[in-house]
């Protein structure tokens, strides 16, 4: 994505076409054979839902140990991705702080999973 141009316009259809869910990671662990570092996360998305795999690179902010438990939010109606050795049913969603590592988005407080986001 170019950042430094501004977005085009969409309709409210196309947002609304996303589906994005708050989920609980439920296990984080390191993926030897990616060729960027990144974890291979399971992501409780709720009774709907169920529990989902994805692969973020979110290594130099977040250890294993400190993704487990963690609220994130997830485009959950995307076709699944083959990414690596790790086939990532939803996209976790982060943006990059000043050196452009990523930063997971969380609700600011605890919220049932499988939330939508609206």
């Known amino acids: ?28 662990a390191p993926i030897p ?5 990144a974890y291979r996360l399971v992501i409780d998305l709720g009774e709907a839902i169920g529990l989902k795999k994805s692969s973020a690179q979110v290594t130099v902010h977040y ?11 997830c485009v959950v109606n995307l076709p699944p991705r083959q990414v690596g050795p790790v086939r990532s049913e939803v996209l976790t969603l982060g943006v990059p702080d000043g050196e452009g590592a ?3 988005i969380a609700p600011e407080r605890p919220v049932p999973n499988g939330g939508r986001l609206y």
């Open 1 to 28: 994505m170019d950042q430094t141009q501004p977005p085009a316009p969409i309709a409210i259809d196309d947002f609304l076409k996303l589906d994005v869910r708050v989920g609980t990671i439920v296990e984080a």
């Open 33 to 37: 054979e990616a060729r960027r570092p």
């Open 63 to 73: 250890t294993p140990e400190t993704l487990v438990g963690r609220q994130v939010l």
């Open 102 to 104: 990523v930063v997971l």
